[in-house]
């Protein structure tokens, strides 16, 4: 069984910054897509970041510019760098990747809090 863990959550001052990191228990390299997601309160979980196998990177619209995707395959993690927090940032960030058969795996979460 795959395992994801997610790690760097807390509270920030908006316009503040945050580092996520998630950590695979395999060579993240051999998975197809990596991501993050997020899900505020009262809300559907959306897509905030991708990484394909090949690097290429997809943004939500609300982060680019602000939000940088990128692995560290010395450490098997995929990093989420966040700059210019909005309390609209505020939910929980999840991990994601995607395998071979049509293979998903989830990591349990971290809570970002953007709050003054």
């Known amino acids: 069984q795959e395992h994801l863990v997610e790690s760097g959550g807390g509270l920030v001052q908006p316009g503040g910054s945050l580092r996520l990191s998630c950590t695979a228990s395999?060579?993240?390299?051999?998975?197809?897509?990596l991501g993050w997601y997020r899900q505020a309160p009262g809300k559907e979980r959306e897509l905030v970041a991708t990484?394909?196998?090949?690097?290429?990177?997809n943004y939500a619209d609300s982060v680019k510019g602000r939000f940088t995707i990128s692995r560290d395959g010395g450490n098997n993690a995929v990093t989420l760098r966040m700059n210019s927090l909005r309390p609209e940032d505020t939910a929980v960030y999840y991990c994601?990747?995607?395998?071979?058969?049509?293979?998903?795996?989830w990591g349990k979460g971290t809570l970002v809090t953007v709050s003054s």
């Open positions: 990484i394909t196998s090949g690097g290429a990177t």
């Open positions: 395999r060579n993240i390299f051999t998975f197809n897509d």
């Open positions: 994601h990747a995607s395998a071979a058969y049509g293979t998903e795996y």
